[in-house]
């Protein structure tokens, strides 16, 4: 370790003249179920302003969070008490829109949140009216990402939520005595994100964020799983012949060609 030496700044300029920025950021809602799209539609926000132009009026959004649960466990050694994670625990984001003129922003997001309690099916204007919850995969998005990127394009990070629905549309304050842009805003919570890039080929291979330089595209990640299907393939076989050679020496016999082994299965 180096002992602590007076510094030049032309040896730190570089590193805080290259610090990331707060006001370089991209919304996107996907993911919506068929049925609260459908909701939405009749109540007068279209697909297109949910995927493209909601994200846009977003002025404020929060990267996500976590934290792990823990459990005290002692006795393990003596005199030390020892900290054991058990669950992964999400905090949830709050998000603020512009309201454009048409105050789609504000039904996208009233009307979201009174679909998931109008299970019951009764007339809202009827005096008996009640609430009753819908089932969670009637409501819940899976597909909706929030990408922190800088001035120069050429660097972000994604994240990717996972069972995401908003729990509080904040009331929204309006006065006589300024005139200003009119702004709603909501909390969203959801089950769990994902950071880094997620594709169909990810799956196979893991999530990644973005790499120096640009991000890996489909055709990389495609030869990686290749490869990396080509190097299974290759440590089951050589299991194979093993496991035979142990079988043939527990039968006394020095030849391996009388016993067949099965390795005719896909490797994932």
């Known amino acids: 370790m180096p002992a602590p030496r007076p510094r ?10 290259n610090l990331a920025q707060t006001s370089h950021y991209q919304l996107i809602f996907g993911g919506l179920p068929f ?14 302003f949910i995927g ?5 009026l977003c002025s404020s959004a929060s990267l996500p969070g976590s934290s792990l649960g823990t459990a005290d466990i002692t006795g393990n050694f003596m005199g030390v008490a020892e900290k054991m994670a058990h ?73 990717t939520f996972f069972g995401m629905f908003p729990i509080a549309f904040n009331s929204t304050p309006v006065s006589y005595a300024g005139s200003d842009v009119l702004k709603a805003s909501a909390s969203f919570n959801f089950d769990r994100y994902v950071s880094g890039k997620v594709t169909s080929f990810d799956f196979a291979k893991g999530t990644y964020n973005n790499i120096e330089g640009a991000v890996p595209g489909v055709e990389v990640v495609k030869e990686d799983v290749a490869a990396s299907n080509a190097r299974n ?7 194979n012949r093993n496991l035979q050679n142990d079988f043939a020496k527990l039968r006394g016999s020095k030849s391996t060609t009388d016993i067949a082994f099965d390795s005719s299965f896909e490797v994932f």
């Open 8 to 17: 030049k700044i032309s040896e730190f300029k570089p590193t805080f003249s």
């Open 35 to 48: 049925a609260l799209r459908q909701h939405l539609a009749v109540r007068g926000v279209d697909s297109r």
């Open 52 to 56: 493209e132009t909601s994200g846009l």
């Open 87 to 159: 669950t992964r625990l999400f905090t949830q984001i709050d998000l603020e829109f512009y309201v454009d003129k048409d105050y789609k922003t504000m039904k996208f997001l009233e009307h979201w949140t009174e679909f998931i309690a109008s299970g019951s099916g009764a007339n809202q204007a009827s005096k008996g009216y009640y609430f009753r919850m819908r089932y969670p995969n009637e409501y819940k998005c899976d597909q909706t990402k929030i990408i922190k990127f800088d001035r120069d394009y050429r660097q972000s990070i994604e994240y």
């Open 233 to 239: 393939e290759r440590i089951l076989k050589e299991y």
